[in-house]
């Protein structure tokens, strides 16, 4: 199976950014589609943003226009750039790579993800 390591989570104020960065393992082959989703215990998983091999990107809806997923495949690379940032993007946020195409911000038929790094949005 794919391992994902995140990084680039901490502690930001409101109108911050910040850049998440997710390295997969080699693999022979890429991801169907890669993306971002953040979780915390108790609640239901929200898709951030995704995209798939084909270039076809797709975000949640209290990140759009905010958020910005991109990859280098040379270093088999995930990016997150998080600009504006509120406090109720607060949340640990996972790298997870998937079968299906992207929807609502999330992969679909998630297959792998990583432990995760925390956001902290406050002042």
């Known amino acids: 199976a794919v391992q994902l390591a995140e990084s680039g989570g901490g502690s930001v104020q409101p109108g911050g950014s910040l850049r998440l960065s997710c390295t997969l393992s080699?693999?022979?082959?890429?991801?169907?589609?890669m993306g971002w989703f953040r979780q915390r215990p108790g609640r239901v998983r929200e898709g951030v943003a995704a995209?798939?091999?084909?270039?076809?990107?797709n975000y949640g809806d209290s990140v759009q226009g905010r958020f910005a997923i991109s990859k280098d495949t040379a270093k088999n690379t995930l990016y997150l750039q998080m600009y504006n940032l509120k406090p109720e993007d607060s949340d640990m946020y996972y790298c997870?790579?998937?079968?299906?195409?992207?929807?609502?911000?999330?992969?679909?038929?998630?297959?792998?993800w990583g432990q995760g790094t925390q956001v902290t949005v406050s002042s």
């Open positions: 080699e693999t022979t082959s890429s991801p169907y589609c």
């Open positions: 995209t798939d091999r084909y270039g076809v990107t």
């Open positions: 997870a790579t998937g079968t299906l195409a992207p929807y609502e911000g999330l992969c679909g038929q998630i297959d792998s």
